[in-house]
C-alpha cells in the first residue's frame, strides 16, 4: 500500500466522509488540515473553514479559519489563511504519526509559500492521506475567483507530480458507493493510522 493516498473526484460526492469513517477515532492524533463547510441552521452557505485535522477527529476548542466567505457578494476569499495557517500545520505535519490533507489543489496554490510547505511536506516520509481538487473544481475556482491561466498549470502539475511518485496513489471516485476506493481508504488506515 503505497504511504500517500489522495481521492479526486465530483465535489459533494462523500470522498472527505469515507476517508473521516476510516480514520474513526483515529483522527484525534492526526495532522494537516480539513476544509470544513460553515452554513446557517437553514442550510445556507456561509463559507469554508481550515482546522486543524484533529478537529474531525472531535478535538474541541479550534476555531476554524474563514478562507472563503459567501456571506458577502460577491464571495470573498483570503489568502493569509493559506500563507500562515495552513503553512504552519503543513510544518508541523513531520512531527505526526499520519497526516489529512483535505483538501489540496484549489486556489492555494497561487500562494508562493502554501507551495513551498506543500512540497516540503511532500517530499518526507510521514504517511499521508487526503482529497485533492479535480479538474471541474479548479476550473470553477478559476472562474468564480477570476484566477489566471496560471493557476490551472499549478494545479495539473500538482497532480502530475503525484501520480509520477511510486508512493502515492491519487484514485479517481465517484465517492458513495465506491467499493474500491472504500476498500483502498480502510486499507490505507489500517496500514499507516492505527
Sequence with gaps: MQRRLFLCGPSGCGKSAMIRAALAESLAGAGGFVTER????????????????????????????????YSCDPPKKDNEVFRLEAVRLLQEAEYYPYVLLDEIGGYELV??????????????????????????????????????ERFPALALKLREALERDGDTLVLDTSGRGDEHAAALVRRWAESYAF
Design 111 to 148: 500562494i508562493p509559500q502554501f507551495r513551498a510547505a506543500l512540497a516540503d511536506f511532500l517530499s518526507s516520509s510521514v504517511p499521508c492521506i487526503g482529497v485533492i481538487k479535480d479538474l471541474a473544481g479548479v476550473y470553477e475556482q478559476q472562474r468564480h475567483f477570476g484566477l489566471g
Design 38 to 69: 460553515v452554513s446557517t441552521p437553514g442550510g445556507k452557505l456561509l463559507g469554508f473553514d481550515l482546522l486543524p485535522s484533529a478537529a474531525a477527529g472531535g478535538i474541541e476548542g479550534f476555531e476554524g479559519a474563514r478562507f472563503l466567505d
